[in-house]
Every structure is written in C-alpha cells, then in structure tokens.
C-alpha cells in the first residue's frame, strides 16, 4: 500500500521561508520520478517542482529561483526548500510520483500540508 505523508508546513510572513518533507513507502521510490504539487483555493492542483531518480529538477515558472527540489533515496523522503516566499504561494501541498509524459500524479493522494503566507 502506498503511503505519502507530508509535513513541514505553516505560517509564514512573506519573505520567509519553509521546508517541506514528504515521506514515501510502498514504491521503489528510488526508481520514480518525485514531485511536489499545489492546490490553491479555487485553483486546480499544479505541480510546482520535480526531480528525477537522477537528480534532475524542474520547476514551474512562478517558483523558479525561489524553490528548491532535492531528495534522499536512503530515506524514501523527497524536500522541498521553499524560500522568499510570496502570499500566492499560500496553497496545500502534496508530494507524489510523477508520471512520464503527462507529469501527472501516479498514486492517491496524501493529506498535503498546508502553507499560509501572511503578515
């Protein structure tokens, strides 16, 4: 059975920064593509930043600078450095395994973790 189950987030002043952890079991995380998405209000689910199995990262255009990808295979655990943070960035987000060609999600998703940007 697979199992995410992220954690990191909170309520930060814009400028600030958070970094989220996002444990997987029940996939051969080592061999999968890892990606971090984000559900705004009103607003469908994106995805915002993915690594491969060799380390290499993309991102969305409204993160690019601010956010890092990174991931431990050791650990079954993928993290997102989110830095400078912006109020547009406040959503929930989730982690998962990146389909190839489509970049969509591969399993159910997990509880996400919420991220509020406010003064």
């Known amino acids: 059975q697979v199992q995410l189950v992220e954690s990191g987030g909170g309520l930060v002043q814009p400028g600030g920064s958070l970094r989220l952890s996002c444990a997987a079991s029940g996939i051969i995380f080592s061999i999968n593509a890892m990606g971090w998405y984000r559900q705004a209000p009103g607003k469908q689910r994106e995805l915002v930043a993915r690594?491969?199995?060799?380390?290499?990262?993309n991102y969305a255009d409204p993160v690019k600078g601010r956010f890092t990808i990174s991931r431990d295979n050791a650990k079954n655990t993928v993290y997102l450095q989110m830095n400078s943070l912006k109020a547009e960035d406040t959503a929930v987000y989730y982690c998962n395994a990146v389909r190839p060609g489509d970049w969509g999600a591969f399993f159910d998703w997990g509880q996400g973790t919420q991220v509020t940007v406010s003064s």
């Open positions: 690594i491969t199995s060799g380390g290499s990262t």
